[in-house]
C-alpha cells in the first residue's frame, strides 16, 4: 500500500518561506508517479498548487508561479515545495498527491501552512 507523509508545514509571517516535503513509501517505482501538491484553505474547494510528472515537468497554478518550486528526488522517494514570499492567502493545508501509471491516486494526510502577521 503506497502511503504519502507531509512535514514541513508551520506558522510564517507574510514575505517568509517554507519547504514542505513529501515522503513516498509502500512503492518501488516511485519514479513512475505523477506528484503533485494541492492546497484546501477553509470553507474552499481543494486546489492544485503545483505538478511533477514522471517525465519531469512542472506546472504551477497562477496564484504560486514564481513564487513556488516543485522539486522532486526518485532515489529518496521524496518530493518537495519550496514557498518563497509567502502571502496570507496562501494559508491552507497542503496535501501531496501521487498517481500511478495505472491512474490509482493516492493522498497524504496534509500539512498546515499559516501565513500570518
Known amino acids: 500500500q503506497v502511503q504519502l507523509v507531509e512535514s514541513g508545514g508551520g506558522l510564517v509571517r507574510p514575505g517568509e518561506s517554507l519547504r514542505l516535503s513529501c515522503t513516498a513509501s509502500g512503492t518501488r517505482i516511485f519514479p513512475q508517479y505523477n506528484m503533485g501538491w494541492y492546497r484546501q484553505a477553509p470553507g474552499k474547494q481543494r486546489e492544485l498548487v503545483a505538478t511533477?510528472?514522471?517525465?519531469?515537468?512542472?506546472d504551477y497554478s497562477d496564484s504560486v508561479k514564481g513564487r513556488f518550486t516543485i522539486s522532486r528526488d526518485n532515489a529518496k522517494n521524496m518530493v518537495y515545495l519550496q514557498m518563497n514570499s509567502l502571502k496570507p492567502e496562501d494559508t491552507a493545508k497542503y496535501y501531496c498527491?501521487?498517481?500511478?501509471?495505472?491512474?490509482?491516486?493516492?493522498w497524504g494526510q496534509g500539512t498546515q501552512v499559516t501565513v500570518s502577521s
Open positions: 511533477f510528472t514522471r517525465d519531469r515537468i512542472t
Open positions: 498527491n501521487g498517481v500511478s501509471i495505472m491512474r490509482l491516486s493516492y
